[in-house]
């Protein structure tokens, strides 16, 4: 729980996480006069490439939920994932830090740590009702029985479920389920069965709670049956009059690929692989649909603030069977920190403070949810022992400023990054050599000019060392209170 004092001063507040999870930590805010305090959503789709979406300019995929989204907010053109991989952003997006402080560097590599602080602690703190909807894959979720990819015993030591880091409601797997009958092993075209038997259940399971699997409402299509639970979770919480934060992560369109016939319909002209692919992200824009009607239906959709972003590029080295996926203009995907990795789709819509119909070119990425809700609420994070990777962008976003003060730094096996408002460095060999583009005259990545800009190299590549070796202390456990 948080307990703040609101004033114009600097304070000390304490935060106590959890007397079972965390010790006492001090952190140190400013707590401002007039805080907003919106309703909160954090949409994220899994493996969504930037050219995967309408707003984007996708001619065949229909996503008409989220083309109205950018049409009703911001498009933020330049927004990017943490990772090049799903669990790393995940965590990014609950805490403000880079993954690799806390060691979850891969998808199905280390947990979400106790002493981590996450959104939805803070906002439970502050009066929030906190849900988790969707794939997690920042822990295991049982240790007594084997569940998807770590779930059981042998993965007790990653045991770290949403309903242990500030969640009040979760319906949540630990990693990917099929994209349609999400319990149900597909046939092996869909893609990413494993040695699982076409037919049978396939071994990761939903739950509410510790010990507490779900067994019906699961046929179908998979981001239906996440949204069946998380309507009647803000309905309550609308009529109850509380201010609700709620985490919703799609498994689509991440492989096995597979849409109903209803939705594979609407592409009877394309390929199977296609109407799979294509279809599934159609059934989940209308259940984006869905979850904006309810908001409008409940009279909070002014007071609802919704981020909708990709956790990174599209799956496959090329567009094959059913990684279809588009990264538009950019080079690279899945796994890669070229641009089309981590350079995703995203849009930001929140009536009330936002006006409608812009674009924005300034540089977000997931590591920014953190700061710049809390300081939407009022408080700026203050504590140089526990860093953040993150800044509080919504001040940029609301004067239209496309330039942020810091960096976006960039970690994933051997290749490592950073970005600054025009140039972006890349090592793939991790910092032995160097390229170096010009995004704002090369977005996609064509031109290496480091023999060109060498100070601008030599620059770039001292503030990426720095970080990363504080990164190395982090993990570490220099940012925790002993």
């Keep these: 729980m948080i307990e703040l004092e609101s004033k114009s001063r600097p304070i000390w507040c304490v935060i106590q996480i959890s007397s079972f999870l965390y010790s006492l930590l001090l952190v140190p805010v400013y707590a401002h006069n007039t805080p907003d305090r919106p309703n909160i959503i954090l949409i994220m789709a899994d493996d969504l490439g930037w050219g995967d979406v309408g707003f984007n300019g996708n001619l065949y995929i229909k996503t008409p939920a989220l083309d109205e989204m950018a049409k009703q907010g911001i498009q933020m053109n330049r927004f990017y994932s943490a990772s090049a991989v799903c669990s790393p952003t ?3 997006a609950l805490t403000g830090r880079h993954p690799e402080r806390y060691g979850i560097t891969h998808a199905n590599v280390g947990h979400l740590k106790r002493q981590e602080i996450t959104l939805a602690e803070v906002l439970k703190g502050q009066g929030y009702r906190t849900g988790h909807f969707g794939k997690w894959h920042l822990g295991t979720l049982t240790v007594k029985e084997q569940d998807a990819n770590r779930g059981g015993p042998a993965g007790a030591k990653d045991y770290s479920p949403p309903w242990e880091n500030g969640f009040d409601v979760c319906f949540s797997t630990e990693s990917k389920v099929p994209t349609w009958d999400p319990m149900v092993t597909p046939d092996a075209s869909a893609g990413d069965i494993g040695k699982r038997t076409p037919g049978e259940h396939f071994g990761t399971y939903y739950w509410v709670g510790e010990d507490q699997k779900v067994s019906d409402n699961l046929e179908g299509d998979d981001s239906r049956v996440i949204m069946d639970r998380v309507i009647p979770f803000i309905k309550d919480a609308a009529e109850e009059k509380t201010p609700f934060f709620t985490v919703v992560w799609f498994h689509t369109p991440h492989l096995p690929v ?9 592409y009877p002209e394309l390929s199977e692989d296609k109407q799979h692919y294509f279809g599934s992200i159609t059934a989940m824009d209308e259940q984006i649909g869905r979850l904006r009607e309810t908001l409008r239906e409940l009279g909070v959709a002014d007071d609802t603030m919704i981020w909708f972003c990709s956790d990174n590029g599209p799956e496959g080295k090329e567009q094959v069977n059913r990684t279809q996926g588009s990264a538009g203009p950019f080079r690279g995907r899945k796994r890669s920190l070229y641009e089309g990795g981590v350079r995703v789709p995203a849009v930001l819509e929140w009536p009330a403070k936002i006006s409608k119909g812009r674009k924005t070119n300034l540089p977000v990425s997931t590591n920014d949810y953190f700061p710049t809700i809390l300081g939407i609420l009022g408080f700026e994070n203050e504590d140089q022992a526990h860093p953040l990777d993150g800044v509080n962008v919504f001040p940029y976003l609301a004067d239209q400023v496309e ?15 950073i970005m600054d408002n025009q ?5 793939s060999d991790e910092g032995n050599t160097y ?3 010009d995004l704002i005259k090369d977005p996609g990545e064509r031109e290496d000019v480091s023999t060109s800009y060498p100070d601008k190299v030599s620059n770039l590549s001292a503030q990426l060392k720095a970080w990363l070796l504080s990164c190395q202390e982090s993990n570490s456990g220099h940012d925790y209170v002993k």
């Design 435 to 437: 390229e170096l583009y």
């Design 423 to 427: 140039f972006k460095l890349y090592s």
């Design 258 to 266: 597979l849409a109903g016939p209803e939705y594979r319909a609407l």
């Design 403 to 417: 330039k942020r003060p810091n960096p976006i730094f960039f970690k994933f096996q051997k290749q490592e990054a």
């Design 90 to 92: 995940r965590g990014s």
